[in-house]
C-alpha cells in the first residue's frame, strides 16, 4: 500500500474590519485653516455635514438608486479648530431630509432622527452616549429656556412632506443639563399644530416650513406647555425654515420658495432676501447657525434637490455679505461656532 505526505503550511488569519470596509464616503473638504481663521477670528467652530454619496435622496418609495427621507445619511464632523480641517464620521445612518442634524447651543452634543426615533449623542466621532430621546418625534430642535436654563428639544409629531398641512402638535422634550438624557416625559407647547423650523430663543416666536409656512407669537414667551399661539404669517408650501439666533432680531427666521434661488428671512418685508451664491443656480437646506452672524446653505450648479454629490457646504457671514466654501458634495448642514 502507497502512503501520501501532505504537508500544510498554516497561515496567519486575516481579519477583515466589515465597518471599515463599508465606511462610506465622505464630502471633500476646500476649506483651508487660513480660510477658517479668517472666517472665525479665533472663535471654536464645528460643522456637520450630512453628505449621502451613493444615491440619492427622495420623498417617494426606495429604489436602487434612491433612498427615502427617512433613510441613511452620514454626518461628518468638521472642527476648524483642527491643525488640518477634516471629516469625521460621527454617525452612518442619520435622517436624509430637513430637520438635521443639529449641534447644541455649548457645541457638545447633536441631536440627529433615525428610522428608530431621535437620539442626542456627544458631538464626536461615533457618536458616544447615543441615548433615543423620542420614538416618535420629527424635525427635533434645541432650545434653551432664556430663564432657567434648561435645555430643550422642540419637536414635531409628525412626518413633514411637500404639502401644505402643518396637521399635528408641537412638544418639547426636556434634557438632563449638559447630558443626552431625557428628562421626564414631553409636554405640549402647541396642541393643534406641528412647527417645524424652531424657536427663537427668547422664546417669543416659532416658526415653520415644509409643510406650510407659518409664524406665530407665544404667549407667554418662556412656555413650556399649552403656549397662547397668535399666528403672525402664513403662506403656501415653503421650504427649509429655520428661526432666528439674532437675538435682536427674533422675529427673523430663513426660508426658501419653491424656485430655491433666494432666501427670505424677514416674514414682514419680502424684499429683503439672500440670493444664490455666485456660480450657482439652485439652493438647499438653508440654516442659521447657533451663532447669529452665520448661516449655512448647500447650492448646486444644476437645479437638482436630491442629489448630494451635485451640492457643496457654503458659510454666509451676515456682518461681511460674503460667502466661503466648505466642501465639494453636501446635504443638509448645521454650523456651532463660540459666543
Known amino acids: 500500500m502507497r502512503f501520501l505526505t501532505y504537508a500544510f503550511i498554516l497561515l496567519p488569519l486575516l481579519r477583515i474590519d466589515a465597518a471599515a470596509a463599508e465606511a462610506p464616503t465622505p464630502p471633500k473638504l476646500v476649506i483651508t485653516k487660513a480660510q477658517a481663521d479668517a472666517l472665525f477670528h479665533g472663535k471654536k467652530a464645528r460643522m456637520l ?96 429656556h432664556p430663564t432657567t436654563g434648561d435645555e430643550y428639544l422642540l419637536m414635531a409629531s409628525t412626518r413633514g412632506g411637500n404639502e401644505s398641512s402643518m396637521a399635528g402638535k408641537t412638544s418639547l422634550q426636556k434634557l438632563k443639563k449638559g447630558t443626552c438624557q431625557p428628562e421626564g416625559v414631553p409636554t405640549t407647547l402647541i396642541g393643534d399644530a406641528a412647527y417645524r423650523s424652531g424657536r427663537s430663543p427668547d422664546g417669543a416666536y416659532i416658526c415653520s416650513a415644509q409643510p406650510g409656512l407659518a409664524q406665530a407669537q407665544l404667549t407667554p414667551a418662556d412656555a413650556t406647555a399649552n403656549a397662547a399661539v397668535k399666528v403672525l404669517f402664513t403662506n403656501a408650501r415653503k421650504c427649509n425654515g429655520s428661526v432666528s439666533q439674532d437675538p435682536k432680531q427674533p422675529s427673523y427666521f430663513l426660508w426658501e420658495d419653491t424656485s430655491h434661488t433666494v432666501i427670505f428671512y424677514d416674514p414682514a418685508d419680502h424684499s429683503k432676501t439672500i440670493p444664490v451664491p455666485p456660480g450657482y443656480q439652485h439652493q438647499q437646506w438653508c440654516e442659521w447657525s447657533t451663532h447669529p452672524d452665520f448661516i449655512t446653505t448647500s447650492p448646486c450648479q444644476p437645479d437638482d434637490s436630491s442629489d448630494h454629490k451635485l451640492h457643496d457646504a457654503l458659510i454666509w457671514q451676515w456682518s461681511t455679505k460674503s460667502w466661503t466654501k466648505v466642501s465639494e458634495g453636501a446635504g443638509p448642514t448645521h454650523l456651532w461656532v463660540e459666543r
Open 49 to 144: 455635514i450630512g453628505y449621502q454619496a451613493t444615491k440619492k435622496i427622495a420623498w417617494r418609495e426606495a429604489t436602487e438608486d434612491e433612498e427615502i427621507v427617512e433613510t441613511s445619511v452620514p454626518l461628518y464632523l468638521v472642527d476648524f479648530t483642527a491643525a488640518t480641517p477634516s471629516c469625521a464620521l460621527v454617525v452612518a445612518d442619520a435622517k436624509a431630509c430637513i430637520g438635521d442634524p443639529f449641534i447644541s447651543p455649548d457645541g457638545t452634543r447633536v441631536a440627529y432622527r433615525t428610522t428608530k426615533g431621535v437620539f442626542v449623542a456627544r458631538l464626536a466621532a461615533g457618536a458616544p452616549e447615543a441615548t433615543l430621546v423620542s420614538a416618535d418625534g420629527f424635525d427635533q430642535r434645541w432650545w434653551i
